[in-house]
């Protein structure tokens, strides 16, 4: 009876952990995109893998980072762990007390620290500095198990071997350190699966361009769940249990030599072979992983680019890097706010930024981009001119910015779970919708829509009504499923909400995923915004940058991109080219002017303005 | 080892140079920017900040969490490592190591695995509307961040406490049970003090990640709910405010070394009981 109910207690808590495990790999094989769905087999997310080479690059990167780092640590752990053993009781406490540090302490407070030093240091952060930051949290690791063994080691052996006439080296190496190998193994395995698995001190101190795996599936998961994902988690789980079996096969055959060798031999064959059988790979994996990560970045042919998740077609990207011999290094923000943050705390991060209207300004005013070389850029003319007219709200002479693309802020919906279609607003706060609502999670558009609601201009800096939107936003609060960026999207089409507060751009691609869904500028007015590429002050390569935004200039490739994204282009020669009328005329991507004539674009605020909705934003989303 | 003076300073002179750029310094830098405020003049304002209602709430909210997870952890685990530790058979390190793979994986992907589940339209709906049953509906909310925490921290709870539980000696028992306590004396008065020390340790490895946790938090609260990890963050992410960042840290830093503290005295207390 008893060992019954142990057994189903150990079950269930087995079933506990595999489960999920289970189900992101049956997903990976799953045709639909539909998570609840089965669709049928197939593979063609591992072939989409495959060619997906900035997952490559991530996968790389971390296999890397996590060999090197747990090498460097193993060796420095041990060498400081047989220095201890000479050390007056004090200072061994001392050095034990600062190794406990990283270990204790939570990660979000030794990757800001890092990030700190980096940053304070003028340390170019990217592959460096995150393989520093893995060192320095490994070597505990690697102390705490080698230490123990150190201590149980007999002090007398160690001393024969000098008596015996052995140098102190050789005494070393063949009288103590057998004896620590295999807390040296368990360290650096410890350290090995500590680095792979680290997010938290990575995300703080990876600089642009870098990723590992972790940090490349937060940002991939932030805008939507892609069944790649799933696909790498396969691959991981498949990879862990093969060398979970090869382990346990080495041990057995270890095992079994043992018995009818004399000890040393065996030992000494087993461990040069092993060791030979962990380096070959080892070295493999390391050079295999410069080479495809990248990592010595920063040739002199590169340029960095920044802009916002899912807003370009990765094929243009593949076009200009063959046109003009220009390596691209492409980053997603998810927020103008957190473009503004990192390109503030990292000035030569990038290269080329995609900005919106206000941000543009705030980037002018406070002298973080540069003139553009319009020389350079010819095809600029292609641009509309009622755009270019547009644009000087905020770049005055047309000298910073060349737009990129543009729209309206509105409502998408799905029309089989709403009464009636939306025409205000409101809806976003009728209890009818409670659990059903994505409302955006970044900081202008959300006070955009309470404002307007509430009468006041989205661009107000008075508190008084800052605060009354505030509070709307808080009771609307328990009716929000979730605030989302580029989720709303992928949630939109997977029927998990009936209104999302969204970008006209995002709607074109959401409805074709899905017919039930329409869009709709609420008629107490809204947002249109303007989007446009612009060049740091402190860029690396301007020439490059210029390159760039020609190259996203011309017709063609704004045609190409427009099919892809689906955003409003404002480049009326590659308008001009779009064969399916119905696209063409779209009123969603290209509204008129009665829908226009409602629409507000944002302006900068200033320092205090943006402070104060800084400050009432955190309120909102704590509050409750 | 004997080892001379000369000898051992050289060897740990690498280890120790690194750590006092890597580990100290850096610590320092999250101290002056906390007590510090723009113009670098001093100030109490960037951790006294942590009185405001928004951020005492978010820290609030994350210690609740993390003490509720901490505890359904501990509840979850305790038995199982009974049951594991008294399982004398060969193949007791296999199933051990069964317990601890999931943490191979990666830790975002195990998070991304529930969203997967509790979405609305995920996969626990699709089968309870497959049965006829009602949904549920926890995603984005604490209930969901609690399972998240206790899912991805869980064999950092199991592993101390088997450990501590495997080391006791059978002969301890059987000594209670020969002086005629009953097998409940038995759990509470040996073998419960007798497993304090992997308690503590399981108890930080999970209440201090769970703590100051924001990428949980984030996928599975829908950015609806901010705990004290994702304040900081923001900080430094959105914001670019390093001090106000770096003054939040040290409040946490607070909470860790009370936590320590408190972990070290009943430590004591359970070797010298």
Redesign the interface.
């Known amino acids: 009876m008893r060992s019954k109910i142990e057994k189903l207690y150990t079950g269930i808590i087995f079933i506990f952990m595999y489960a999920p495990i289970v189900t992101l790999m049956v997903l990976s094989f799953n045709s639909s995109k539909s998570r609840a769905k089965w669709g049928g087999f197939t593979l063609k997310w591992y072939i989409n893998l495959i060619h997906d080479s900035s997952v490559l690059n991530a996968m790389a990167n971390t296999l890397v980072i996590a060999l090197i780092s747990t090498v460097i640590a193993t060796v420095i752990g041990t060498i400081t762990c047989v220095g201890l053993m000479g050390v007056n009781r004090r200072s061994r406490a001392v050095i034990m007390g600062i190794t406990n540090i990283p270990m204790i302490n939570a990660d979000i407070v030794t990757g800001i620290s890092l990030m700190l030093l980096f940053k304070v240091l003028h340390f170019e952060t990217g592959f460096v500095s995150v393989l520093i930051a893995h060192i320095t949290f490994n070597i505990p690791y690697v102390m705490l198990a080698v230490l123990p063994a150190m201590k149980t080691i007999d002090p007398n052996v160690y001393e024969a071997a000098l008596d015996l006439g052995a140098k102190p080296f050789h005494a070393f190496r063949k009288a103590v350190l057998p004896n620590l190998t295999s807390s040296v193994l368990a360290g650096a395995l410890m350290a090995f699966t500590m680095s792979i698995d680290d997010f938290i001190i990575t995300y703080f101190t990876k600089g642009s361009g870098f990723d590992t795996l972790s940090t490349k599936i937060y940002n991939e998961v932030k805008r939507g769940i892609r069944p790649e994902i799933y696909a790498i988690s396969t691959i991981i789980f498949a990879v862990v249990i093969v060398l979970l079996m090869m382990s346990e096969r080495m041990r057995n055959r270890h095992a079994s030599v043992r018995k009818d060798a004399p000890l040393y031999k065996v030992e000494k064959r087993i461990s040069r072979r092993r060791f030979i059988l962990m380096l070959v790979p080892a070295f493999a994996i390391i050079i295999l992983g410069m080479y495809f990560g990248g990592v010595f970045k920063r040739k002199s042919n590169q340029l960095f680019v920044y802009n916002a998740g899912e807003y370009i077609d990765p094929e243009i990207i593949e076009m200009f890097s063959e046109e003009t011999g220009i390596e691209v290094i492409y980053d997603e923000f998810e927020t103008l706010e957190i473009m503004y943050a990192k390109i503030y705390q990292d000035d030569a991060a990038y290269d080329v930024l995609c900005p919106s209207d206000y941000m543009i300004a705030k980037l002018i005013d406070n002298d973080m981009i540069q003139e553009l070389d319009l020389d350079k850029i010819p095809n600029r003319k292609n641009i509309g001119q009622q755009y270019m007219e547009a644009s000087k709200a905020f770049d005055p002479g047309n000298k910073y910015a060349i737009p990129y693309c543009w729209g309206t802020v509105g409502i998408l919906y799905n029309t089989t779970m709403v009464d009636e279609p939306p025409t205000s607003w409101d809806v976003l706060w009728d209890e009818k919708g409670a659990g059903e609502i994505l409302m955006q999670d970044s900081i202008r558009d959300a006070f955009m829509v309470a404002l307007i609601r509430n009468g006041f201009d989205p661009n107000t800096t008075d508190p008084e009504e800052l605060a009354i939107a505030a509070d709307d936003l808080i009771a609307q609060k328990p009716l929000v499923q979730a605030y989302v960026i580029d989720q709303a999207k992928d949630k939109m089409i997977g029927g998990e909400a009936a209104y999302a507060v969204t970008y006209s751009g995002d709607v074109m691609e959401a409805m074709a995923g899905n017919e039930d869904l329409d869009y709709v500028v609420p008629e107490e007015g809204s947002n249109v915004w303007l989007d446009c590429w612009v060049v740091t002050k402190k860029a690396r390569n301007p020439e490059a940058a210029m390159k760039w935004i020609d190259f996203m200039c011309r017709p063609d490739i704004a045609l190409k991109n427009f099919e892809f994204i689906m955003y409003s282009t404002p480049n009326t020669a590659a308008w001009e080219m779009i064969e399916d009328e119905e696209l063409k005329n779209s009123e969603v991507a290209f509204p008129g002017d009665d829908v226009l004539k409602r629409c507000t674009s944002y302006t900068y605020l200033g320092e205090e303005g943006d402070q104060l909705y800084n400050d009432m934003w955190k309120k909102v989303k704590t509050g409750e | 080892?004997?080892?001379?003076?000369k000898?051992?300073?050289?060897?740990?002179s690498?280890?120790?140079a690194?750590?006092v750029i890597?580990?100290?310094?850096?610590?320092f830098?999250?101290f002056y920017?906390g007590f510090t405020d723009d113009s670098g003049s001093f100030t109490f304002d960037n951790v006294a900040a942590i009185a405001s209602?928004?951020?005492m709430?978010?820290l609030l909210l994350a210690v609740a969490l993390s003490v509720v997870s901490t505890v359904i952890c501990f509840i979850?685990a305790y038995?199982?490592g009974m049951?594991?530790a008294r399982n004398k058979a060969s193949n007791r390190s296999?199933i051990i190591?069964?317990?601890i793979?999931?943490?191979?994986?990666?830790?975002?992907?195990?998070t991304?695995?529930?969203?997967?589940?509790l979405?609305?339209?995920?996969?626990i709906?699709?089968v309870l509307?497959f049965l006829h049953l009602p949904g549920i509906?926890i995603?984005?909310t604490p209930a969901a961040i609690v399972i998240g925490m206790v899912?991805n921290f869980?064999?950092f709870m199991i592993l101390p406490i088997y450990n501590s539980l495997s080391s006791i000696d059978d002969s301890v028992i059987f000594a209670a049970r020969d002086l005629g306590a009953d097998s409940k004396q038995t759990f509470f008065k040996v073998t419960l003090p007798l497993t304090v020390p992997g308690i503590i340790s399981g108890v930080?490895m999970v209440f201090?990640?769970a703590?100051?946790t924001?990428?949980i938090s984030?996928?599975l609260g829908?950015?609806?709910i901010?705990l004290i990890?994702n304040?900081?963050?923001?900080e430094?992410?959105?914001?670019?405010d390093?001090n106000l960042?770096?003054g939040l840290?040290i409040v946490?830093?607070v909470f860790?070394i009370i936590n320590?503290v408190v972990s070290s005295i009943s430590d004591k207390k359970g070797e010298e009981s």
């Open positions: 080892m004997p080892i001379n003076r000898t051992s300073r050289l060897l740990n690498p280890y120790v690194w750590a890597f580990i100290i310094v850096p610590l830098m999250v920017y209602p928004e951020h709430h978010s979850l038995p199982l049951i594991l296999m190591t069964l317990f793979l999931p943490m191979w994986m990666n830790f975002l992907l195990r991304l695995a529930w969203m997967t589940l979405e609305n339209k995920g996969v709906n699709g509307d509906n995603i984005n899912y869980l064999p930080t201090i990640p703590l100051t924001f990428a984030t996928m829908g950015s609806k901010l990890g304040v900081i963050e923001q430094f992410t959105l914001s670019y390093w960042g770096s840290s946490l830093m860790i320590i």
